[in-house]
């Protein structure tokens, strides 16, 4: 490991409504199953925004925890690649600055923790018949390595 991507993060919260609000959060942790109704109602899209420094040197970016759904990285505006399904880790050789960085995580979270909400939606319902809740979002690390 040669860096771990601190926070704080901006997370921006898009409904699939195209709703949405911001909040700031210290580290990143999965909301799916979270104590606040707000995060574990939650379907669509999320965008972490920090900045970090560097020395530079890195060749790949891990994301330590992915929860289903589908991320995507853009670091310093360049997008690295996209995650659906494996290992979440990204090709960053030469898109790292030397000093300040800026790194976007998008998260598309998957509809069945949402779905198990809706009421008097024959569809919903049967789809979602037997699911409990499950984690979303991105936690734990966000790594570079050489």
């Known amino acids: 490991m040669l860096l771990n991507i601190k926070g704080p993060w901006n997370a921006e919260f898009t409904y699939i409504d195209g709703s949405s609000y911001v909040r700031s959060v210290p580290g990143l942790d999965e909301f799916g199953t979270s104590d606040d109704q707000e995060l574990r109602e939650f379907a669509g899209t999320v965008k972490y925004l920090t900045k970090f420094e560097s ?3 890195g060749r790949c970016l891990k994301l330590e925890e992915v929860n289903k ?13 996209l995650n659906w399904y494996g290992l979440p880790v990204f090709n960053i050789d030469k898109l790292l600055n030397k000093g300040r960085n800026r790194i976007e995580l998008v998260h598309t979270t998957l509809l069945s923790n949402y779905a198990m909400l809706l009421k008097n939606n024959p569809s919903a319902e049967r789809w979602s018949a037997g699911y409990q809740k499950m984690p979303a979002g991105i936690g734990g690390n966000v790594i570079i390595l050489d």
Not at 71 to 78: F, I
């Open 55 to 57: 020395d530079e040197s």
């Open 69 to 81: 759904g589908i991320t995507e990285v853009y670091l310093n505006g360049k997008k690295t690649g």
